[in-house]
């Protein structure tokens, strides 16, 4: 079981389309799209709900567990 407090939140900007959706789904305004870019505006706003991660359609933002 994962616990919250020891996930961070990431993104790859290589897989990055710019689409926009992790922003919209996105229920504390975390993220951003900045020259065509998934941007992590304010991580300490960072719920870890996951949604960003569960709607992006290229894998590119994702919580992590940090070791």
Not at 21 to 34: G, H, S, T
Not at 44 to 58: R, T, V
Request: glycine residues 4%; proline residues 3%.
């Amino acid at each position: 079981m994962l616990i919250k407090e020891k996930l961070s939140l990431k993104t790859n900007t290589l897989w990055c389309k710019g689409c926009g959706i992790c922003v919209f789904v996105c229920p504390k305004q975390v993220l951003a799209v900045e020259n065509e870019k998934v941007v992590i505006k304010d991580v300490d706003k960072c719920i870890k709900c996951g949604q960003c991660e569960y709607h992006c359609p290229d894998y590119a933002i994702y919580l992590e567990e940090e070791k």
